[in-house]
C-alpha cells in the first residue's frame, strides 16, 4: 500500500515548480529545511491521494512523516487530519501548542514578518522570476529583494514602541517575529516565534552605492557590523505615521499593500495562534 501511494504521489512531480518555491520552505543553502528534499507536487494532488490512502497503516504514516521530502511529510499529515476529524484519540497523541504573530490593526496579521517601506518584486519582474525557476531560487530571490532595497526611499516617519520614542528617518522599518525573514534569511540567532517578543529592526540610511554591501550583512546572518546597519528594538507594540501623513507600502509576509490608514497600529499577540502536533515532535525538542 505505500509503495502504490508513492507512485501517485510522484505523479504529480513537477521540477520547474519545485525551483520556485524551495525558498519559501527554507529548503536552500542555509535554510531551516537545507537538508530537506522537494518534488513540486501541487497540493490538490497531494491532499487526493491521502483521501485515497487513509486506511495507510500507523507504521507507513509514521515512515512519510520522517521523510526527508516536504511533500511525503504534507501527505502523512493529511492523511492524519481525515482520520482526526473521525477519531481524534484513536488517530494520534496530540500536545497542543502556540505560536506569536504579528497584527496590523485593522488591515493584517502576519506570523513571520512585517516590513513597512518594501515592496516584493518577486513575482513581478519576469528575469528575476525567469532566474528563480531555472537557475537557483536562493540567487533570484536575493536579488529581487536586493533591487527592492535598492529602490527604497527614506522617509520620515514619527515611532512609538511600547510608548518610547523612536521617531527619525528610515529608508525601512522591519518587524519580527522570530529569527528569520521567510525561509532564507536568518538575521537573528535566538529569537523564536513564540517567546512573546516582537523585534523591529529600524534600518539606517545609507548611500545608495553601500546599499548593496549592507543588504548582503543582512541577508546572510552577518551580526559584525549589525550596528551599522539597523537599530534592533525589542516590544510588543509600534505605532507609526508618516511624517507628511502619506500612506505607507507593507509587506507582510511576502504580500505587499497599502492601507488606507496613514497612522499604523501594529501589535504583537503572544500565544495567538494554537496548532496541536504529535507528542515528541522535533517542535518542542527545547520545550
Not at 2 to 24: M, N, Q, W
Not at 135 to 144: I, T
Not at 156 to 173: A, R, V
Amino acid at each position: 500500500m505505500y509503495d502504490r501511494l508513492i507512485i501517485e504521489l510522484e505523479k504529480g512531480i513537477d521540477p520547474d515548480r519545485a525551483e520556485r518555491t524551495a525558498h519559501y520552505f527554507g529548503i536552500v543553502e542555509g535554510g531551516y529545511g537545507e537538508k530537506d528534499m522537494i518534488l513540486g507536487i501541487p497540493s490538490p494532488h497531494i491532499r487526493r491521494v491521502a483521501k485515497d490512502f487513509k486506511t495507510l497503516p500507523v507504521d507507513d504514516i509514521l515512515k512519510l512523516l520522517h521523510s526527508r521530502v516536504h511533500e511525503f511529510r504534507f501527505c502523512a499529515l493529511a492523511i492524519l487530519k481525515e482520520r482526526y476529524t473521525k477519531a481524534p484519540r484513536e488517530t494520534v497523541e496530540i500536545y497542543m501548542d502556540n505560536l506569536d504573530y504579528i497584527k496590523v490593526m485593522g488591515h493584517c496579521k502576519a506570523l513571520n514578518f512585517l516590513c513597512i517601506g518594501l515592496r516584493n518584486s518577486m513575482f513581478e519582474l519576469d528575469t528575476l522570476s525567469g532566474l528563480a525557476s531555472k537557475s537557483s531560487s536562493r540567487l533570484g530571490y536575493g536579488l529581487a529583494i536586493g533591487y527592492d532595497m535598492l529602490r527604497v526611499n527614506s522617509e520620515e516617519y514619527e515611532i512609538s514602541i511600547d510608548g518610547k520614542d523612536y521617531s527619525g528617518t528610515y529608508p525601512m522599518i522591519l518587524c519580527l517575529n522570530g529569527r528569520c525573514v521567510g525561509g532564507s534569511i536568518v538575521p537573528l540567532k535566538e529569537a523564536r516565534p513564540d517567546d512573546g517578543i516582537m523585534n523591529i529592526l529600524l534600518f539606517k540610511e545609507n548611500p545608495h552605492t553601500n546599499q548593496g554591501a549592507a543588504f548582503l550583512k543582512f541577508y546572510f546572518g552577518n551580526e559584525e557590523g549589525a550596528e551599522n546597519l539597523y537599530t534592533q528594538v525589542k516590544g510588543r507594540r509600534l505605532i507609526i505615521t508618516r511624517k507628511d501623513h502619506k500612506r505607507m507600502i507593507l509587506n507582510c509576509d511576502g504580500d505587499d499593500f497599502t492601507p488606507t490608514d496613514t497612522t499604523l497600529d501594529i501589535r504583537l499577540i503572544p500565544s495567538g495562534v494554537s496548532f496541536i502536533v504529535p507528542q515528541h515532535s522535533a517542535l518542542l525538542k527545547d520545550k
